[in-house]
């Protein structure tokens, strides 16, 4: 069992930055690739970055690439993602989990999830 507890979101300003933690729970956190979801309201939930158990491998979703970075500290059992150049429209509930299958970019293929942590941009 892995409990996952976001923290770090909040109300920004358009062109502001946020950095949002994901800790766990553990002693298997370092052989976990993890991700990070947004869900806004009446949409589904939207893969945003992944980033491998080594941190050796990280992949975004385009509509992020260049303006939120992936990390984590192993030592701390916690991923982070920074972001920045923030637009209204990355306002949502973000989600971090562990992913479990072949498809880092499937919700289907991650298994704990943490309870989330709300982000508002505003315009």
């Known amino acids: 069992q892995v409990q996952l507890v976001e923290s770090g979101g909040g109300l920004v300003q358009a062109g502001g930055s946020l950095r949002l933690s994901c800790a766990a729970s553990?002693?298997?956190?370092?052989?976990?690739?993890m991700g990070w979801f947004r869900q806004a309201p009446g949409k589904e939930r939207e893969f945003v970055a992944r980033?491998?158990?080594?941190?050796?491998?990280?992949q975004y979703a385009d509509s992020v690439k260049g303006r939120f970075t992936i990390s984590r500290d192993n030592a701390k059992n916690t991923v982070y993602l920074q972001m920045s150049s923030l637009k209204p429209e990355d306002t949502a509930d973000y989600f971090c989990?562990?992913?479990?299958?072949?498809?880092?970019?499937?919700?289907?293929?991650?298994?704990?999830w943490g309870q989330g942590t709300q982000v508002t941009v505003s315009s």
């Open positions: 980033i491998t158990r080594s941190g050796g491998a990280i």
């Open positions: 989990a562990v992913q479990r299958g072949p498809r880092y970019f499937s919700r289907y293929d991650y298994n704990y």
């Open positions: 553990g002693r298997s956190f370092s052989s976990y690739d």
